[in-house]
């Protein structure tokens, strides 16, 4: 039977030496999501979409990625698209000879899509990728991506270097990509911006930990902004407390005098600022144990 899940962690662990750049991350992400990965520098957002595409293994735990090992064998590997961080392409090849390459690399390439998306974007067959703009070559490596028609697409921070209106016609393409294969997409991005315009599975990763996971709109459900002292509200868990003003997680904040919905920024800044303070204790106190 066809596994429900896309990405399947269990007590995921990365090390490199000593730095540890995911702990012990269990995590269950269903098919038919866009997925928004989001956290601070540094938290391990790309590696643990490097563990997805196969470019690392862990150090222990388990992943599997649409029910097998990431990478596994050729078959796997033509079911997962993958776009690095710096959208790598070949500088001297012109646009064209990259459609052609991927033809020759990839048994299901669907070469009629790739030729209308490039059309679409206004990109010219003839022109070498070294010359391209920053957001054609964001365009040219997802229609590389996409044209495989692979079940997940898997964006390492995809827009980072686009301007806004070019970010946007990327996210919407994005889109139009993932509904037209019928395919997931997990996306890295510090962007909450983009990650609200296109995203409808969110996780959070900070400090090499998943902090919260699920559909944006359970997430935003779930979550209350309370004016006040979130310690007289009982069954809620405070997320984040400060100056009067909390976000907490529990359907007894909707009773509560003065409780309102947070906003996407505000429940992953209340996850964030979270994870910055027990980060900081749990730091503290191994150097006292040390
Ligand atoms: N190849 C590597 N060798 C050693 N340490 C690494 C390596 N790659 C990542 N790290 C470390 O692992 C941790 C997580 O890095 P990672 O690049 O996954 O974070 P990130 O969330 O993607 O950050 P950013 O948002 O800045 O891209 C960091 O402390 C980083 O320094």
């Not at 690399?105 to 679409?120: F, G, K, T, V």
């Not at 979130?230 to 005098?257: F, K, L, M, Q, S």
Request: proline content about 5%; hydrophobic content about 45%; glycine content about 8%.
């Amino acid at each position: 039977m066809e596994t429900p899940l896309v990405l399947h962690a269990e007590r995921l662990t990365k090390r490199y030496g000593r730095r540890v750049a995911l702990a012990d991350c269990d995590l269950m992400i269903p098919r038919g999501h866009i997925v928004g990965l989001v956290g601070p520098n540094g938290a391990g957002k790309s590696t643990l979409l490097q563990l997805a595409s196969g470019l690392i293994g862990p150090t222990s735990g388990t992943l599997s990625v649409l029910g097998s090992r990431p990478a596994a064998n050729a078959a796997h590997l033509a079911r997962v698209g993958f776009v690095a961080q710096d959208t790598p392409l070949y500088a001297s090849l012109s646009v064209a000879d990259h459609l052609k390459m991927g033809a020759w690399l990839n048994p299901s390439w669907d070469l009629a899509l790739a030729e209308r998306r490039i059309a679409e974007v206004g990109l010219d067959p003839a022109q070498q990728a070294g010359r391209l703009s920053g957001g054609q070559r964001a365009q040219l490596a997802m229609t590389i991506a996409a044209a495989k028609r692979p079940e997940l697409l898997i964006f390492d921070e995809p827009a980072a270097a686009l301007d806004p209106l070019a970010r946007r016609g990327f996210m919407h393409s994005l889109v139009e990509f993932v509904g037209e294969l019928g395919a997931s997409a997990v996306l890295s991005s510090h962007l909450l911006s983009d990650v609200e315009q296109v995203c409808d599975y969110l996780v959070v990763l900070c400090d090499s930990r998943i902090q919260v996971a699920g559909p944006v709109r359970e997430l935003l459900a779930s979550h209350h902004r309370v004016i006040g002292d979130p310690a007289t509200i009982a069954g809620v868990e405070v997320i984040w407390a400060e100056h009067g003003r909390a976000v907490v997680r529990g359907d007894a904040a909707v009773r509560a005098r003065d409780a309102g919905p947070v906003t996407l920024e505000e429940l992953v800044l209340a996850y964030m600022s979270r994870s910055a303070v027990t980060g900081a204790v749990s730091r503290e106190s191994a150097a006292v144990a040390r």
